[in-house]
């Protein structure tokens, strides 16, 4: 058996817990949450995230964050998968050979080096923003939902 969802199955449940779907592809999903242990615990993991972040109170950004974000945005469009790539690339996630291809890439394209200097300065202006403090149990469970899910993407990027 199979203990991952398919990222498929994966969007199809989330967008069933944010009231996304049709009432038939509603009522798919909530038979397979009662018939699959595997889609029953993916969705009591979904359930608990939400109700972790259901539960903080989103700051008022600075004085000029938003600006600055948005003047920060790549003017290139990026495929989905390119976006993925260098997401994870900033974030060190990727494969060796992956993101020795990536360097390559960036080496060879300008557009690229220029879209990597963006998404850096977007990272720079989210790091200066600073949240204000949160209770102990909320932080916990946001960071033990958050470890759950990075294992996840890290295990959809093995398959």
Known sequence: MNER???SDFEALS???DGELSDAAAAEVECRIQQDPV???AADELRSLHEALDGYTVPAP????ARRVLAGIPARDLTESEIED??????GELPAERAEA???G???DPAWRETRREFEEVDRLLDCYTVPPTSAELTGRIKSAVQKHARRRQ???SV
Request: overall charge neutral; proline content about 0%.
């Open 102 to 104: 990536i360097d390559r």
């Open 5 to 7: 969802l398919e990222q």
């Open 86 to 91: 260098l997401s994870a690339y900033l974030d």
């Open 15 to 17: 967008a069933w817990l």
């Open 155 to 157: 295990a959809l990027r």
């Open 62 to 65: 600075a004085s000029g964050l």
């Open 39 to 41: 889609w029953r615990g």
């Open 106 to 108: 960036f080496q060879a």
